[in-house]
């Protein structure tokens, strides 16, 4: 089956980018999603498509997607985007198609 | 406004079995395909169960196979999870997600959850 390998955690200051990285064998083939979840909150969409946005989210967010890594970035971090961030793929050839990376762990300092 | 809201959850004892319910409000029900999305304690998001809108398609990730049944309801637009043969790895918070309408490839929205702890 497919895996993502997510780092486990992220450190960024206030005011600074935040690039969250998601790895998987050819990645850059495929559509690449993004959700955040705050502590004790549901998953939100935050990325579609590895760079579109859902309506009500901030332009501080976006992405890349090219080869073998996608990228989630965050620009001029707020203490409000500190959360777990999850990739998400489609493995078009898996019969458990609905793949999420493992998490990474955003703080902002 | 657009929602799902998850109940059915609860303490049950290994082999024991429980009936999650998501209701949905403020869209189309039938025109959207949906899953059950779980994270067990301190761990990230594990996909569970997929249904389509209708002449329903159905997945399970392979740890549920043969255990879980996936429905829905249309006309009550209501998913349902049920769940048999516990275990307790399925002790989770279970997640309702709707897939985006023209796409099957991610969750659009996501209803807060419901907790299934399995234990003796």
């Known amino acids: 089956s497919y895996v993502l390998t997510q780092p486990p955690s992220v450190s960024v200051a206030p005011g600074q980018t935040a690039r969250i990285t998601c790895g998987g064998n050819?990645?850059?083939?495929?559509?690449v999603h993004w959700y955040q979840q705050k502590p004790g909150q549901a998953p939100v969409l935050v990325v579609y498509?590895?760079?579109d946005r859902p309506s009500g989210i901030p332009e501080r967010f976006s992405g890349s997607n090219s080869e073998n890594t996608a990228t989630l970035t965050i620009s001029r971090l707020e203490a409000g985007d500190e959360a777990d961030y999850y990739c998400?793929?489609?493995?078009?050839?898996?019969?458990?198609?609905?793949?999420f990376g493992g998490g990474t762990k955003l703080t902002v300092l | 406004e657009v929602q799902l809201v998850e109940s059915g959850g609860g303490s049950v004892q290994p082999g024991g079995s429980l009936r999650l319910s998501c209701a949905a409000s403020g869209f189309t029900f039938s025109s959207h395909s949906f899953s059950w999305v779980r994270q067990a304690p301190g761990k990230g998001l594990e996909w569970v169960s997929y249904i389509s809108s209708s002449s329903p398609t159905i997945f399970y990730t392979d740890s549920v196979q043969g255990r879980f049944t996936i429905s829905r309801d249309n006309a009550k637009n209501s998913l349902y999870l049920q769940m048999n043969s516990l275990r307790g790895e399925d002790t989770a918070v279970y997640y309702c997600a709707r897939v985006h309408e023209s796409r099957l490839d991610y969750m659009d929205v996501w209803g807060k959850g419901t907790t299934v702890t399995v234990s003796s």
């Open positions: 498509d590895a760079s």
């Open positions: 998400q793929v489609w493995d078009v050839t898996s019969d458990h198609p609905w793949v």
């Open positions: 050819n990645i850059g083939s495929k559509g």
